[in-house]
């Protein structure tokens, strides 16, 4: 089992930044990627940052490309997503996820970014 806790959340106006943060515990062997779906009011979830466990290559979503930053700290099981020049459509729950092998997506319990123009 892997039990995930995001930290980092808040409200901000426009132009702002916040940093999330999502730090893992228990299983770790077998990881191959975290990072971050969003879901704003009436949306479905949507993938926004990974991040591959061992080669630390990152993918985004290309509405973030150039203001999100994704990153790990292996030591600390740690993976935050700083967030640059956001907009109030970047405003949603954000969701860290864990991909383990043979296991569906570990989720956390998500946090509220809030961002006002």
């Known amino acids: 089992q892997v039990q995930l806790v995001e930290s980092g959340g808040g409200s901000v106006q426009a132009g702002g930044s916040l940093r999330l943060s999502c730090a893992a515990s228990?299983?770790?062997?077998?990881?191959?990627?975290m990072g971050w779906f969003r879901q704003a009011p009436g949306k479905e979830r949507e993938f926004v940052a990974t991040i591959r466990w061992g080669s630390g290559s990152t993918y985004y979503i290309d509405s973030v490309k150039g203001r999100f930053t994704i990153s790990k700290d292996n030591a600390k099981n740690t993976v935050f997503l700083q967030m640059n020049s956001l907009k109030p459509e970047d405003t949603a729950v954000y969701y860290c996820?864990?991909?383990?092998?043979?296991?569906?997506?570990?989720w956390g319990q998500g946090t509220q970014v809030t961002v006002s123009s």
């Open positions: 228990g299983r770790t062997d077998g990881r191959n990627a």
């Open positions: 996820y864990a991909d383990f092998d043979a296991s569906p997506y570990y």
